[in-house]
């Protein structure tokens, strides 16, 4: 699981490791070539893979003769991965198209799989098989259809779903149309489990493919801007930010109210051009429960398709920090934060004060034809640095989606320390699934993480 350290001649320094090159421990062939994963949380043995797949028989003449869309279809793939390594296939289910992004829910009728579709619709589906409700094998578990909802015209795909962090049902999708929409999922009778979709407009706009989307609150301490101020509605102010095939970054930003988004401020662009289309965003949240002064939360971690990935300030529009990966940047997923403390020090008012001395963000990265990688995201106020960890790059084709199973296994190391539990050193395993699209490869791995960490 790791690379042999460059050598070094005598008289000189040592060079510095490279990242490591991680080794899977499961491989699986599919069917059909895979397009996205989610985990079903709380259920951490269990996920879902979705599949997208063209039409092989239909030829470019065919589908410019009909003036329709090249035929898509598609379907999702319940595993279940247990204690020792055994991948079992649990449940597929077809779906009215390809399946491009999904998103899992577990506010919405006891846990609902919210799935976007090349057809202009979404699909609903409740997950069975929450331990919480007395189905503990695995062979129980399935995904039940509940509603399909088009939305937009068959032409068009829907690309991507970005979930609201806290209002529940609320939603962002992108589209093959360059636009950014708000969606509600409305749970009309919880016991019943009937839910409904509502398109509630156009939030933002790119002049290509709108690829991704993300929500993200604001810490407004020390943060001074009106778009950071409460509004007269009293609320604070959010932002929903969007990247497209065009290049660009947007913005806008709004006010919650009573669990609705109001107020929405036109959309502006804060970076431009990128390299290639902006794939992946990622925001940020402060890691410490000390916000730092200059508005850390608002921080993006944002991908593009040339390669590379940028941490950037959209207060300032600038960029912080900024990594060549090798590979188009198409996902982001934020495996771990944490801050290292180093100072103390007594506010005039007589009060302790402790500032963090660095934010620390363990990233997981999908870099189509470079793999998998495993980033460290660290630093404070405008000195920032991305590390390339570790690499997965047993993918033979495009590492579209990958993500982290939402448990990791602890291990201490006092490594001959006394000076007790804030020095100790922890070794955390985190676990993995990503796929590859053209060679329909699902790969199962780990990475040990073996940072000191201080956790106050």
Known sequence: MSTDPSSSTAGETAAKPGPLTLKSHVSKTLDRPPSCVQCMSPDREYFVVGTYELDATETQNEVEKTDQPQSRSGSLILFYMGSDNNLITIDTVQTPGAVTDMRFSEELTQGVLIVALSTGKISLFQFHGDRRFGDWR?????????????????????????????????????????NVHELEVIDQETSSGKLDVVNSGVLLHHDEQAWTAAFAQTNTEGVQSALASKTKQGGERERLYSGGDDGILRSTSFVVHNNKLRDFQPGRTLQKPFGAGVTAILPLPAASQFPAADGLSSLLLVGSYDDRIRLIDPMASSVLAEENLEGGVWQLSQVDSFSKYESWTITPDGHEKTEPAEENYLILASCCFAGARILRVHGRNKIWTINVLAKFVEHESMCYASAVRPWASLGLDFSGRTEGWPYIKSRLTHHFVSTSYYDRLLCMWDYEDKDDKLRA
Not at 149 to 165: E, T
Request: proline share 10%.
């Open 138 to 178: 695995p062979e129980n578990a399935k995904l039940a259809h509940l509603k399909t909802v088009a939305l937009f015209p068959p032409s068009i795909l829907i690309l991507s779903i970005a979930l609201h962090p806290t209002i529940r049902g609320k939603l962002a999708v992108t589209t093959s149309a360059g």
